[in-house]
């Protein structure tokens, strides 16, 4: 029987329970609960310590649906631990390979956050008034870049509710000394007309240069395209959703309820129903520039970078370590 080490399972938690959210620390967590995962094997033999990584890689997959950052990381994992198993003889070696992957990729993904933060640093100019939504780590690398080189502007930040991840982006320009005003979801048209670019983060983009990103982020855009401002996403490779060239759509999160009215509230009502979808889709149309670590594209190159982070994808790629659960 695999066991899920408790350290594995506490990152899944956290996952779940949004202690740890935003589509790319999600994935550097999963690539984390894989390396303990591997570390804490008790295997002896190599299908069982296949067994053991793919228990613990389908319990984080099942955390939250949307951020294909999550299965993107754990199929990097697991694929290269299969493409392993010829060289490396025995657990020892397995697990040491298994350390050396996961790592790899959160080096990789801390990299690509960086280095979007050097591109799109580039399209931000002295005196901008910046409008961001939600809270994206690789956006905020954009801004933090930019005010490191010495450039000058500020930013509006939504509250985003009904988990109000705004807070956490007023806090993170705060600490990095980047003026910005924190605003009101029903004052997005309003104060988008006096901005001059949008940045935001992804959870996927599909196939066709689609962007998943936090519910309310197509409103900003719209609001953005009337006022005609560029309309820009930072988002890693990773970040691409392989299933969608296969004609798959990304699953929208709908979230509980309690979230957005309490139970009590809601059990006072005879008539009223409670919606909470997570996430909601923005439209190429919509959408100026996609900047990721390998350059900016538009966002008809989707389909360039998706082929080469993952050839002609088939859906048999899809779950790796599902034939060894
Ligand atoms: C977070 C969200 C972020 C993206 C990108 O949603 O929509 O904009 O995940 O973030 P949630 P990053 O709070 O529900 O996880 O750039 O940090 O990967």
Known sequence: MALIPPETQKIAEDIQ?????????IARAAAKGLVIAAQESKARHVPSFLRDIAVAAQLLYETRPTAVSLPNALSYFYTRLLNRLEEAQGIDALR?????????????????VKTIGQIGSRLIQD??????????ATAFSVLKTAYSMGKEFSVF???TRPKYQGHITATWLD???????????????????????????????TANGAVVNKIGTSLVALA???????????????????ATMAGELVEIE?????????????AEWKHVSVRNPAFDVTPPEY??????????????????????EFGWYSTEQAFPWNPYL
């Not at 329970?17 to 620390?25: E, K, L, N, V, W």
């Not at 040491?96 to 690509?112: C, D, L, P, Q, Y």
């Not at 005196?127 to 994206?136: K, L, R």
């Not at 900047?291 to 989707?302: D, M, N």
């Open 96 to 112: 040491e390979a298994s350390v050396k992957i996961g790592e790899g990729f959160i080096e990789m993904s801390n990299n690509a």
């Open 254 to 266: 709908e979230r509980d309820i309690s979230e957005v009215v309490s139970k009590e509230k809601l």
């Open 175 to 205: 600490e990095a000394g980047i003026p910005c005003s924190l605003i009101t979801d029903n004052s997005i048209r309003y104060l988008i007309a006096r901005s001059d670019k949008v940045f935001v983060g992804a959870d996927a983009i």
């Open 287 to 308: 959408i100026d520039a996609i900047i990721t670590e390998r350059g900016v594209i538009p966002p008809q190159g989707a389909i360039a970078i998706l082929y080469r």
């Open 127 to 136: 005196g901008d008034i910046i409008f961001t939504y939600c809270n994206s």
């Open 224 to 242: 953005a395209d009337e006022a005609r401002l560029d309309f820009l996403v930072a988002a890693e490779s990773y970040k691409f959703s392989p």
């Open 17 to 25: 329970s949004m202690r740890t959210r935003g589509a790319g620390r």
């Open 157 to 159: 930040v939504p509250e």
